[in-house]
């Protein structure tokens, strides 16, 4: 059994990814801000699954940390949490860009800051950071999603560079730059387009790549794409 942390996790990829980790046996610790929604995934995933109403851009470690401190150890942390903003570039405002970076990257580098005593305490941990071929260097860019490509690129720059700096401490960092996956968040960025991955069918390999992933791949962002978009 590994202790698990997730977040973004009352929907879509991230709340089908929880479901399956916690049904295969391991403690999930799953985190959103909407609490109706993950009560309503702790009844679906049983008493596997626990969960927190947390927001990852407060500063306020505690509720977080009155968890983890009695396991000890985090094995895996999916830092899934993410905020897609649909704007054009000269519309998209000072503030606009302090909530996409909030979430998307400045929330999962506080998290790693506050559960890095927690991970290294682990026999090998494994940071998984998701990503976005809109943030992978090289892939199709789409107007509108400017800011959000931007976060995860620095989310991938993250991984590697992390990976380097962590790679003495027995914890693996890798991030998933995902293609279209049918969620809610794909509907707000291309309305009426059907995905050839479902939730629940990228769910289950997050769930897969989460475990096992970092004993074959350490500092890498790996594309995770059927179609773009």
Known sequence: MKNIIITGASRGIGRDTALQLAQDGHRVLALSRNEAALKALQQEAGDNLHYLAYDITSPDARPLL???????????????????????????????????????????????????????????????????????????????????????????TLTECLAEEWKDSGVCVNCLALGAVQTEMLAAAFPGMQAPVSSAQMGGFLSYFALQGHHFFNGKVLPVSVSTP
Do not use: C
């Not at 860009?97 to 506050?114: D, K, R």
């Open 66 to 156: 009155e968890i983890v401190e009695p396991w000890g150890t985090v094995d895996v942390l999916i830092n899934n949490a993410g905020y897609l903003l649909n704007k054009p570039f000269h519309e998209t405002t000072g503030t606009d860009w302090e909530t996409v970076m909030g979430v998307n990257f400045h929330g999962p580098v506080h998290l790693l800051q506050m559960l890095r005593p927690f991970l290294q305490a682990a026999e090998k941990a494994h940071v998984l950071n998701i990503g976005s071929m809109g943030g992978y260097q090289g892939s199709s860019k789409f107007p509108g999603l400017l800011a959000y490509s931007v976060s995860k690129a620095a989310i991938a």
